[in-house]
């Protein structure tokens, strides 16, 4: 996936991380990527395609229920492997080749979406003023138009993902895929507490400080936690 430098977002997703919340921190994700596969998305590409046709020939069964629709049809298995290569776009330090049938969901109501979106944003309403609602819903209608789109929602397994951070109180990730653009708008935000996240942050510190006065040595300690 070839991220696209698109201005409005990037502002709309630096003013939504900016915002100065005295209990929680936001963060958000607000980006636009072409469909056109490069370099490494091509080979995971070819990579999937092969898993996903050899698990449909083995069991055809195994990979009912698809929310992208049947996964004979190429189509289907493509919108799949885009999917998941917007989310290895957007993470870049985890791999969602793995990725669980299950953790997807199509929406079919692109207002209700947007109804949830902004009751979970009023705080952010408040403080950015109710303007930056139409803000940036407009600049998301112009750019990827979202009733012409299939749209998605990654669920989270809260454990092992970007998205389980210590301390999420709520978090979404939504993919506008508009295919005859050949683009897909990601947008994903999680708030968290600013208590929680310190105190893990404190945690981590202090056992490596405790590593490095236990041992003597930094180096082997280091890699005993890895093994761990």
């Given at each position: 996936?070839k ?28 980006e636009a ?37 049947s ?22 330090d ?5 990725l669980?049938?299950?953790r ?5 109501d692109v ?7 902004d ?26 138009r979202?009733e ?13 993902d ?39 942050s404190?945690?981590s ?14 180096t ?9």
């Open positions: 996936m991220f696209l430098d698109v201005e409005c977002l990037s502002e709309l997703q630096r003013k939504l991380n900016d915002l100065e919340l005295t209990d929680y921190r936001v963060r958000c994700q607000l990527y072409s469909c056109k596969p490069a370099g490494f998305d091509k080979k995971l590409s070819k990579s999937l395609e092969q898993k996903l046709v050899e698990q449909l020939e083995a069991s055809p069964r195994v990979l009912e229920g698809s929310p992208v629709g996964l004979e049809d190429q189509s289907a298995r493509k919108t799949l492997i885009n999917l998941i290569c917007t989310l290895n776009a957007a993470h870049q985890y791999d969602f080749s793995s669980q049938l299950s997807l969901k199509r929406v079919q207002r209700s979406l947007q109804q949830h979106v009751s979970l944003f009023e705080l952010f309403y408040r403080q950015l003023g109710l303007e930056f609602r139409q803000f940036l819903w407009e600049n998301i209608g112009q750019i990827i979202p012409e789109c299939e749209v998605y929602s990654y669920l989270p397994d809260y454990e092992s970007p998205y389980s951070a210590s301390g999420a109180l709520w978090s979404f990730c939504y993919f506008f895929y508009h295919k005859n653009m050949k683009k897909i708008l990601f947008f994903s935000c999680t708030l968290s507490t600013r208590l929680a996240e310190d105190s893990e404190t945690e510190v202090d056992e490596e400080d405790f590593g490095k006065e236990s041992s003597g040595l930094e082997p300690f280091a890699m005993f936690e890895t093994v761990i």
